[in-house]
């Protein structure tokens, strides 16, 4: 039986860390807010920033892809399909996949596109390749990368879109393997879109920035309930477990979005998760976006904590809301 497994994880980060007191000091003098207590609930305490004029989200997720590479053996060759998530692309024409295909030397055959379903948008991708290629005889390998370079969108006078983000970019390479009990078991998703309106970019549509000159210099991030993911969450984990017969106590790494870590606490005391399954890393690379739960993976199997067969269990969230749980051994 025909499995798609792991091959590799890499990532990517801009050289610059930025830690908490820059960001206390300059909503301190800028709007006379104390944001420590903010920054505290969220998790945070350094991110990598975007300094340079020449990185992007397609540098970041170039680096990241050729990194991959690296470490799995492989070249662009031997790379079917690429997939590129990203929610800050940019270009909209061509895709953002068509310079990274270029950059690896792909051959002419591989299947590229690009992918935008917000933060949620890697692991969509990743579920959506894994699909593919159970599916498809000519794809053996696929590239999916996340890339966000998120603050570029940031608002100065908005604590959640300016502190609250880091920039990076994490790459994955897919592989058929006729192994047993390895790679993808199952994907789960489940969208409210009450909340549409309430992260925007471009605030006013692309149609009026260009047309009328509307502002389109920041992310408009309208305050919401946060824990409104929460009954999502426990949903998902409960199903997506109960229909491939595992448990909770079946799962030996959990690799979440980085968004807020009093949403993950909220999930370790609702299913009594221990801490050492858990892979938080939000406190050093801020919220990274797409990219997020592949970060923690990363560095879960970088320390160690994550090693071959064990189950894996991804849970995001992207804008809007849509919510998206997966199973992989890894």
Known sequence: MTNIRINAVEIYHPGQIVDNAHYIE????????????????????????????????????????????????????????????????????????????????AQKGTVIYDLNANCAGMTIAVEQASRYMLSSPHVKRALVVGSDYLSLLGNPDDAMTLANFGDAASAIILEKTEEENTGFIDGMFEVDSTNRNNILYPEKGLSKSLKDGENSDHMLWHPFDGTMSLPYVYEQFEEILNRNNLTIDDVDSFCLSQFALVNIERMQERFNIPNEKIVYVGDKYGYTGTSSPFISLYEGIESGRIKRGDLVLFWTIGGGHEFVTMLFRY
């Open 26 to 105: 300059h909503f301190k003098n800028k709007t006379g807010k104390d944001i420590s207590n903010f920054l505290e609930i969220m998790g945070r305490e350094e991110r990598y920033i975007i300094d340079s004029p020449n990185e992007n989200s397609i540098t970041m997720a170039i680096e990241a892809s050729k990194r991959v590479l690296k470490k799995s053996g492989l070249t662009g060759n031997d790379i079917d399909m690429i997939v590129f998530s990203t929610q800050v692309p940019e270009y909209t024409v061509p895709t953002n996949a068509m310079f990274v295909h270029h950059a690896i030397e």
